[in-house]
């Protein structure tokens, strides 16, 4: 509406000129129909020439309102739309914050970002040297003396974490029946530790045998039923599992069973 109106207020003296020609014709053509009445003899030339003045006279009440509409639009309409534009530029940041659009934004509840729970940590390893036993020299003294016919190599458990230790039996030990298992399982969040048992190979499923909810330093973690197990070469290992479900390395030692 606001184009159409500044159009016609554009416009406007272009329409006052052509309507001002059109007024000049039409008092030419009612002159000359005047004078054709005056001189017509038979009545169908006299009805003619008043159907041209009633034509004329139609003619001109267009152009009256033509031009009439013309100024309307161009003087009252144009200055009332520049009076609203002005006042809708200059309303003060309250009556913005009290339209529907703002009201309705206010209603719907805009959405929190809740941040996930960060990553475990993986805890920092530290490697325990196994103990020695105090009777090492009677231990060599006896070797010496009786040394065993066929010697069995006996290693430390493979432990990188302090938390988790087995001390017994060793790596490469050759064991049977009822086995214990001594080490440490502690953590500053423990929650508790298990003892498995797996095949040793490439691809190992280990089972679980034995565990507990308390923390065990250096003393008996659990027992090993190796009777119910077929001879071979098999891998235990005791994890440490915290209050958060996470673990540090697990210590794994290899021991051969034969029953």
């Known amino acids: 509406m606001g184009f159409l109106v500044e159009a016609i207020a554009n416009i406007a003296p272009y329409i006052y000129a052509t309507c001002g020609l059109l007024a000049l014709f039409q008092l030419y053509r009612t002159w000359q129909v005047r004078a054709e009445r005056r001189q017509a003899v038979f009545s169908l030339e006299r009805d003619k020439a008043i159907d041209d003045l009633y034509r004329i006279f139609l003619s001109a009440l267009l152009m009256l309102v033509v031009m009439g509409f013309t ?4 003087t ?3 200055e009332a739309m520049i009076a609203v534009e002005s006042s809708s530029v200059l309303s003060s940041p309250d009556d913005s914050a009290t339209s ?3 009201s309705l934004s206010a209603l719907i509840p805009t959405p929190t970002f809740t941040p996930e729970p960060p990553t475990p940590t993986p805890q920092p390893t530290r490697i325990v040297p196994t103990p020695v036993p105090d009777n090492q020299e009677d231990d060599t003294q006896e070797e010496q003396t009786d040394p065993a ?6 290693s430390p458990a493979l432990c990188p974490d302090g938390r988790a230790v087995i001390l017994s039996p060793g790596n490469g030990a050759i064991v049977s029946g009822d086995v214990p298992i001594v080490g440490t399982a502690q953590h500053d969040r423990f929650s508790f530790y298990k003892l498995e048992y797996a095949p040793s ?3 190992q499923s280990f ?3 034995d565990g507990a909810e308390s923390p065990v330093i250096g003393g008996l973690l659990g027992n090993l039923n190796s009777s119910a197990m077929a001879n071979g070469a098999y891998v235990i290992q005791v994890v440490v599992v915290d209050t958060t479900g996470n673990y540090p ?6 021991v051969t069973v034969q029953n």
């Open 71 to 74: 100024y309307f639009a161009s």
């Open 76 to 78: 009252t309409l144009r």
């Open 100 to 102: 529907p659009n703002t």
């Open 149 to 154: 016919p066929n010697p069995v190599p006996v």
């Open 201 to 203: 190979g490439a691809n």
């Open 207 to 209: 089972s679980y045998f």
């Open 249 to 254: 390395q697990p210590c794994s030692v290899t």
